[in-house]
């Protein structure tokens, strides 16, 4: 069973996840204006992995037999400048969004909440990954330029991603 104050938590959680799809939306229907197809595929998958990882803490609520309790979603930007500074600002979000989990992992130690620990887990790895996806297209970016056949090259690379559930199992 959890917590009052758990389940307030990661109700909370659930929104800033289906927030971050949301921002990862625009930031797709962005880049797809720009004429970048291969950043808005890798944004739309972002924003398919990002209601993912609301649903996974939506199921626990459920098998928790805690009670889920939807908010409103914030509106999210809809300019986010050059690529360089598109991604950086995904970085930057997604270094909040693991401050986000490290809280509530606090919380579950705090609380000596064994199953949300263990729930925590892969919110806490899954972070790792992000961060470092998001930095590789950074350095490659830097590296590569923003421009002309630099930019065109990761646009391309950005294309292949695609969407892969995480199995809400685990
Ligand atoms: Fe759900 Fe990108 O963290």
Known sequence: MLSE???KALNEQINKEIYSAYLYLSMSSYSDYQGLKGFANWYFVQQQEEMDHAMRIYNYLQEQNARVLLKM???PPADFGSPLEIV???LEHEQ????LVNNLMNLAIEENDHASKIFLQWFISEQIEEESSVNAILDKLKLAGEKGNG???IDKELMARVFMPSGQTE
């Open 151 to 153: 930019l065109f090259m």
């Open 5 to 7: 104050k758990m389940t």
């Open 73 to 75: 979603i914030d509106q």
């Open 88 to 90: 950086q600002k995904t």
């Open 96 to 99: 909040f969004v693991t401050e």
